[in-house]
């Protein structure tokens, strides 16, 4: 696979400008209609979803030449798959797979961004996106009695992930999230010491071997530990784990489950109370790789019939968004005595971004805190006091945003809300 | 492109050094490789802008959404508005709203809505500029169509100098067009750019929000709101069809009147090319002919049930047929949502082949244009046979504007734009109906493959392209301004444009 895999989808770009808005429907007004971040911040065409095609399509025709502007162009991008939903309203053609497989091959070809090779050295050495690490993956769990799945069988391994291990301001979703499973009587464990990095922001950041070595890592880890389900607290990793895995054929039958799931699961079957009331008024943050990007993989392969059709032989479906994790954290949040939801303008599949993605944190913080500043304007406007997400790397943008901005908003994630109502 | 250093500076003093590229990477994206692109944030900036570009005569050109645009492949520079993106104004009392060239369609409607109040909308969609100036739409029969909805207008000629037209030349008041001020509204396509518009907004009897479930691409609309009601209807002739729509018209009981084929009709209500295809079979079976679909709003439930009985009236009298799968409260609803916020243009269009070349005429649409487009849809049918576009019904549409007294009729081939066979033939058959239109004595085409030249059109026409490059002479003296097509000064150069689909053939892809 490869971007001149995409020849046929790039060409069908018709530049009408869908991508750079949510899908017309869902336009509640002048506020808050933009769907991509990097074009609303820099303006010209080429740093929307259709512009990166046309660019793509140049190259693909011409040969790729690798200048500043134009890695600033890929490296601008949270790979948050907004435009991709907006363009499939309409369109039957892919656009976030191409744009993934230009960094790729701006990776592959050794025009990467120093700032993301810094993480993937950590990534490498270390086995962890956050670098410098100066503690053990699993010490966040000292003291907390947890089974370790490397030497215990458990019916379920919490996957905890790298900024929540490593990052202590983050470790207490770690401890929260562990907290809540022992309360509903889980048998789970961690890889402590043994856990690594999923790879999934790896991918996003373009460094797509590094990724399968990551997967591969896991996976074997996994099959020696008789692992059969995984539950993770971060968006990202369980995009990894459900969708890239799989869409390079190394998921096998492993059940992967985001944490807004798992509490939902366990709350319907009774096995989780949540008793305490928690007084707040919060808005939910659907993050792309736990909303509109967790749709499962879908494996194809077929030609298109020739003629004035774009239409393939089988026909191809596409993943628009339709299906991701939408449902579970609103009920989750709803079960919870005292918190009342007000749901901002753009959400679930039209969800504007948090900023974090796409290695966008590591090499343009600038741009990845103008993007949360207007997800946080967004929240504002509904009356909340706070705003919940659902994946670290959101919350850890959306602190250092509003810390910047001196915000009276609170965020947190799902798990320390409903750690407050057990 | 060949601009020097230090004008390339002088720009950047205007608009700042994030706002202005000559980059390739950045021209890749315009499909333009010689230009420099620059965006101005406010009339002033595009003020200072056109005057630099008269100081050193470099030909400028502005775009506000460019839906399916790409700019000139000549030297110049290339102006997106899209940092001018704001709504100056909604004034409920007089009925107009004022807008920036980058607010589209949708967040104004959407903010209209609010109000119980709606604005044209261009059939190219919501993802469009709302500004009034040219553009013909769906609810045509209750909100007019684009140049006659267009009321005080702030403009930057193509010498730089901003005229304020209409009402908001004597004063700061948007609600007119022609006066107490200067009024060139007829030469406003002659060139400048227009910075602000105020544009007419119409009352609309729905709600204020459609309470839209499900995730894209399949919004639901549980139910119909009240007092709306869509059909689709088939007619045994044309003739018939135009007698039930001048019938709706004289009886101002329709909101919507468009006339979809009805692979119009599928298209919005499916999700992907194989199911609008499918649909599209079953729709073609079910219709006796020509159709249309009206969407009937009313007011309250007395004023719903009388417009309700008038079109069951003017059906039953015209032989009008429904399409019964359209009286399936969801896919009412579905049409409902989709034709007044006109979402679904892309699916009409550019989803099935990937390219569409449209003839379109405004003004009387029934007996000549009508007439005339049928001829189109036979020669299209025949393109049909030989497998060269999309085998849809063929047909041509349309839709009446102000209650029937004027009307919008077109025809399109959706295609391949990479096949050149089909490429070939729809330049071909556009060309052969363009011409037919100015041979016929029909209409004066506007098309968007195959144009005629302005002077193969103008000589037929009062030579109104040699009047049309006086006053553009008059007002841009150096030339440096955008040559429309619709003026003539020397040269046309509306066709020097790089295709958005390039010559390469595309192969699509073997496997995801």
């Known amino acids: 696979m490869g971007i001149e895999d995409y020849r046929g989808d790039i060409g069908m770009c018709c530049r009408c400008s869908a991508c750079k808005h949510i899908p017309l429907q869902r336009v509640k007004g002048i506020e808050h209609s933009y769907a991509c971040p990097s074009i609303a911040r820099y303006n010209f065409h080429a740093y929307s979803g259709g512009g990166r095609l046309l660019i793509a399509r140049e190259m693909l025709n011409s040969g790729f030449q690798y200048t500043d502007r134009l890695l600033d162009i890929v490296y601008n991008c949270q790979m948050c798959g907004a435009c991709d939903i907006s363009c499939k309203y309409a369109m039957d053609m892919e656009v976030l797979e191409p744009i993934y497989e230009f960094r790729i091959k701006c990776v592959e070809d050794g025009y990467t961004h120093p700032a993301l090779d810094k993480v993937i050295n950590s990534l490498r050495k270390q086995g962890t996106m956050v670098p410098a690490a100066k503690s053990k993956r699993g010490d966040w769990a000292a003291g907390l009695d947890l089974k370790d799945v490397t030497k215990e069988k458990v019916d379920v391994l919490y996957h905890v992930g790298c900024l929540t291990s490593y990052d202590k301001n983050m470790q207490k979703l770690a401890k929260a999230t562990a907290k809540i499973l022992q309360k509903a009587g889980v048998n789970f464990g961690i890889a402590g010491d043994a856990e690594t990095c999923c790879g999934g922001r790896a991918y996003q950041m373009g460094y797509k071997e590094d990724f399968l070595n990551q997967a591969k890592k896991n996976m074997d880890m996994f099959k020696e530990a008789g692992i059969k389900t995984v539950v ?191 | 492109m060949a601009l020097s250093r230090d004008a390339y500076k002088e720009f950047e003093g205007v608009v700042g050094m994030e706002n202005i590229s000559d980059d390739p990477v950045i021209q890749y994206a315009y499909r333009a490789p010689k230009i420099t692109i620059i965006l101005p944030s406010s009339t002033e900036e595009v003020q200072a802008v056109v005057r630099l570009c008269n100081k050193h005569k470099i030909p400028f050109k502005a775009q506000s959404t460019g839906w399916s645009f790409t700019p000139p492949n000549y030297d110049l520079l290339f102006l997106d508005l899209r940092r001018m993106n704001h709504i100056i104004e909604i004034n409920e009392k007089n009925m107009y709203a004022v807008v920036e060239p980058y607010v589209i369609s949708a967040e104004l409607q959407a903010e209209l809505f609010k109000r119980g109040l709606n604005c044209n909308i261009k059939g190219s969609g919501s993802t469009c500029t709302a500004l009034a ?4 739409g769906h609810m045509g029969i209750t909100t007019s169509t684009g140049d006659r909805n267009d009321l005080a207008t702030e403009w930057v000629t193509d010498e730089g100098e901003i005229v304020r037209l209409g009402t908001l030349g004597s004063s700061d008041e948007w609600f007119c067009g022609d006066g107490p001020g200067p009024s060139l509204r007829g030469i406003l396509r002659s060139g400048g750019i227009i910075t602000k518009q105020a544009t007419k907004i119409y009352h609309w009897p729905g709600p204020t929000r459609f309470a839209l479930e499900g995730a894209s691409p399949r919004y639901t609309l549980p139910k119909v709101p009240p007092n709306m009601m869509v059909r689709y209807f088939s007619f045994p002739s044309i003739e018939k069809l135009v007698e039930a729509e001048l019938k709706i018209g004289e009886s101002e009981i329709s909101y919507e009147l468009m006339g979809f084929c009805p692979s119009m009709v599928s298209s919005n209500i499916t999700t992907s090319n194989e199911e609008d295809f499918a649909t599209l079979d079953r729709f073609t079976k079910d219709v006796q002919g020509p159709g249309f679909m009206v969407i009937i709003a009313g007011n309250f439930p007395e004023d719903f049930e009388y417009r309700r009985k008038v079109l069951e009236q003017i059906i039953k009298e015209t032989g009008g047929k429904s399409l019964k799968v359209v009286e399936d409260p969801a896919v009412q609803s579905t049409l409902l949502f989709q034709c007044t916020r006109i979402s679904a243009s892309i699916r009409e269009t550019f989803r099935a082949g990937g390219a ?40 041509q549409f349309g839709w009446a504007e102000e209650q029937g007294h ?32 100015i041979d016929g004595c029909f209409a004066m085409p506007s098309s968007s493959v195959g144009m005629l030249p302005a002077d193969v059109v103008g000589p037929r026409v009062s030579n109104y392209h040699l009047w049309f490059g006086e006053i553009k002479k008059a007002f841009d003296p150096n030339g440096i301004g955008e040559n429309t097509g619709f003026s003539y000064a020397g040269k046309d150069t509306a066709g020097a444009h790089t295709p958005i689909y390039d010559r390469h053939s595309e192969e699509a892809s073997a496997k995801h």
């Open chain 1, 232 to 422: 993770t607290s971060c968006a990202d990793g369980y995009h990894a784990f459900k969708v890239l895995y799989d869409k390079y054929n190394l998921k096998g039958a492993l059940e992967v489950l985001h944490i807004t799931e798992y509490i939902d699961k366990l709350v319907k079957e009774g096995k989780l109370k949540l008793n305490k009331k928690v007084n707040m008024n919060v808005t939910y943050h659907d993050p792309c790789y736990l909303g509109r990007l967790s749709e499962p993989w879908i494996h194809w392969e077929g030609k298109r019939i020739p003629g004035y059709k774009f239409v393939f032989d089988p026909p191809k479906q596409y993943r628009r968004g339709t299906n991701g994790v939408y449902a579970p954290p609103r009920d989750v949040l709803a079960s919870i005595p005292g918190v009342k939801l007000t749901e901002m303008d753009r959400i679930k599949e039209y969800a504007w971004c948090s900023g974090a993605g796409g290695g966008v944190n590591e090499s343009n913080p600038e741009f990845a805190r103008w993007t949360a500043r207007q997800r946080l304007e967004e929240a504002e406007s509904t009356g909340a006091q706070a705003i919940v997400t659902a994946c670290p790397w959101g919350e850890k943008n959306f602190s250092e945003a509003i810390k910047e901005s001196g915000s009276k908003l609170r965020v947190y994630d799902i798990v320390e809300v409903v750690e407050k109502a057990i």
């Open chain 2, 133 to 136: 100036l040219s553009g013909h």
């Open chain 2, 356 to 395: 569409f070349a449209s003839i379109l005429v405004q003004g009387q649409r029934y007996d000549m244009h009508v007439r005339w487009l049928e001829e189109a849809a036979e020669m299209k049918r025949e393109m049909i046979r030989k497998g060269l576009v999309i085998a849809d019904d063929g047909q």
């Open chain 2, 406 to 437: 004027l009307g919008h009729t077109e025809i399109f081939c959706r295609y391949n734009p990479y096949d050149a066979e089909s490429l070939k033939a729809v330049k071909e058959w556009s060309e052969k109906v363009s011409q037919r239109g």
